[in-house]
């Protein structure tokens, strides 16, 4: 029975003896709860100024740069608009001219962003028109465009 006690006193006794510690100031110098090992203020610890520190300006690095590359893109996004209008206007005005040249006249009402070379000012009923060949034009507005209207003959 003693043979049997010995291996039940040690199984007991080791968990005790790593959880307890020796203290200065404890009665019979002996604490089972040690103090605590982290020192606030280690770089690494969780509640240290410097790690709260790294973390919040890690944090802002990241939030100011995705926002900065998304209005970035907004920027570009508004540049490319208006390039993109004139390329279109000036297709559309190359396309007209070429249809003119193979049709010989444009069609009345339609619109030129601009006037073919010698052109002559006539006005009739007080509304101004410039005269290219055998067709009329007159100046209107597109939005904020102005273009000349194909018109009959006043």
Do not use: H, W
């Amino acid at each position: 029975m003693i043979k049997s006690l010995k291996p039940i006193a040690l199984a007991l006794s080791l968990p005790a003896l790593l959880l307890a510690d020796l203290a200065s100031d404890a009665p019979l110098r002996l604490a089972l709860v040690r103090d605590a090992a982290a020192v606030v203020g280690a770089p690494m610890t969780p509640v240290s100024a410097a790690g709260v520190a790294r973390r919040t300006t890690a944090r802002t690095v990241a939030a100011t740069s995705a926002a900065a590359s998304s209005s970035a893109t907004a920027q570009q996004q508004q540049a490319t608009a208006p390039q993109q209008q004139a390329t279109a206007q000036q297709q559309a005005a190359v396309s007209q001219k070429q249809a003119q040249a193979a049709a010989g006249a444009p069609a009345v009402g339609s619109t030129v962003p601009a006037l073919p070379a010698g052109c002559t000012k006539t006005q009739k009923g007080g509304v101004e028109y410039q005269k290219c060949g055998d067709v009329y034009y007159r100046a209107g507005f597109q939005g904020d465009n102005l273009v000349y209207v194909v018109s009959p003959a006043p």
